[in-house]
Nanobody, 127 residues
Framework: VQLQASGGGLVQAGGSLRLSCAAS????????MAWFRQAPGNEREFVIG????????YYLESVKGRFTISRDNAKNTVYLQMNSLKPEDTAVYYC?????????????????????WGQGTLVTVSS
């Protein structure tokens, strides 16, 4: 599956953005999806993920209550709604897909568990 992320931009602290990740090829509805981010000088970190088989959402603790993930299988698109943004949310955001069946819980936050990645979209939050 090929992924194309979009929706990044510059926003003031406290503002909102919605990122989109459009998928093509493969069977989108059967994939477990996640968003990661990478700030300059930092490793790529898990932000939020959705496991289709049990409809569970997993969060980076610092985004819980502010970020949500959703998907529209008819449009082959997954979304990341980001509210109450903070300067520390500034990063390049990547969508990722796990296409090899149900992702196990211990792997959900591991970038290596995902075999398809979007190109990244930059989110900058000004103070």
């Amino acid at each position: 599956v090929q992924l194309q992320a979009s929706g990044g931009g510059l926003v003031q602290a406290g503002g909102s953005l919605r990122l989109s990740c459009a998928a093509s090829g493969g069977t989108f509805s059967s994939n477990d999806m996640a968003w990661f981010r990478q700030a300059p000088g930092n490793e790529r970190e898990f932000v939020i993920g959705f496991r289709r088989s049990d409809s569970r959402t997993y969060y980076l603790e610092s985004v819980k209550g502010r970020f949500t993930i959703s998907r529209d299988n008819a449009k082959n698109t997954v979304y990341l709604q980001m509210n109450s943004l903070k300067p520390e949310d500034t990063a390049v955001y990547y969508c990722a897909a796990h296409t090899g069946g149900r992702i196990i819980t211990s792997s959900i936050r591991n970038p290596s568990a995902y075999n398809s990645w979007g190109q990244g979209t930059l989110v900058t939050v000004s103070s």
